[in-house]
Structure formats: C-alpha cells, structure tokens
C-alpha cells in the first residue's frame, strides 16, 4: 500500500477524491510512473573504482537500492556541482544499501576524464542517443535532462525528481531513501 502525503490525507478528509496517479510529463517526455518497474538499461561507461567494468545494467544492480541520475554534461558547472554532491554523499548512500549511477550522453572516454578530474567513485554511464533518458523521460536532444530517480531492490521506482536544482539534491535524494527504507 503507498503512503499518502499530508496534503493529500487533508484532501481526502476534505472529501476530494484522488485519482491513480497519471505519467508525468514533464520537459524531456513522459516519465515512468511510481511503482512500477524501472525501464531496463544496459550502457557503457566507466568506474574509477572499477575500470575493468564497462557495462552496467539494472538486471546487474538488482538486489539494492539504486539512484539513478541523468545530467546535461560532463564538466559543465551545475554537473559538477551535482557530482560533487552525490560524491560527498556516496558513502552514507553505500552505508544505506544504495548504489549510485549517472547517466548522459557524453562518451565513456569524456566521462573517464571526468570522473579522473572530480575523483568520481560512481560509474558514469553513456547514453550518446539518448535511448535511456528517453525511457525514463529525460531526453532534450543531443542531452539528458536533469531528472533523477529512486529504484529500490527490486528495480521498482519508489521516487522520481524532475527539473533537478543541483546544490543539495543529493541530500534530498538521500533523505527521500531514508524515509522510504523506515516506513
């Protein structure tokens, strides 16, 4: 059963009724629904901390919490604000059981110098046709839009962020995992 929100307990004791919630379309395309399954991916990208890994699927990383975040640009500066953020944020999101991955259209070689040159420990992966960010919404061609998502273990969105404000949204992200893991 989902958890309602207190503005939406108050509407219903107000008498209005809710209705199953619709796909949102937001800039970029039409965004998976809450509570279903997460589309697949299988990408190339790069891990600093595994450089040996080139492939990364969600089949893969089932079995754990997964934060999946789409970004414009590697080395553009809201993208490296929103890396920072997740970076600094990573080992209380390992310490929740979350993994973190970041998807744009940038090339494998673009994001293995950008994770060299932000000392990234997240893999970034590539999406130069936007096939992915398509699914999940995300694509303005030739880029991905700033949206980000919550995939819990068993590869259902439990959580979605459109039009992304860089500073602090890994903090939001990470709260949001937090609540969702209590209650």
């Known amino acids: 059963m989902k958890r309602r929100s207190l ?8 008498g209005i009724f809710l209705l199953a919630p619709a796909r949102v379309r937001a800039l970029g395309g039409t965004s998976p629904e809450i509570g279903i399954k997460a589309p697949d991916f299988d990408l190339l ?24 975040y789409f970004y414009p640009r590697d080395f553009t500066s809201g993208c490296t604000i929103e890396a920072h953020g997740f970076q600094k944020a990573l080992p209380e999101f390992k310490k929740q059981g979350a993994e973190v991955v970041a998807i744009s259209a940038d090339s494998v070689s673009d994001h293995e110098s950008f994770c060299s040159s932000e000392e990234l420990k997240f893999p970034l992966l590539s999406d130069p046709d936007g096939v992915v960010s398509k699914a999940y919404g995300s694509w303005m ?41 209590t209650g």
């Open 45 to 68: 990208g790069f891990s600093s901390v595994n450089p040996d890994q080139n492939h990364w699927s969600l089949t893969n990383l089932q079995g754990r919490w997964l934060v999946v």
């Open 141 to 181: 061609a030739p880029y991905s839009m700033r949206h980000t998502f919550l995939i819990d273990p068993q590869s259902v969105l439990q959580a979605a962020w459109t039009g992304v404000r860089p500073v602090g949204h890994a903090n939001e992200v990470l709260s949001r995992l937090k609540e969702l893991q």
């Open 7 to 14: 503005l939406q307990t108050a509407m219903l004791g107000a």
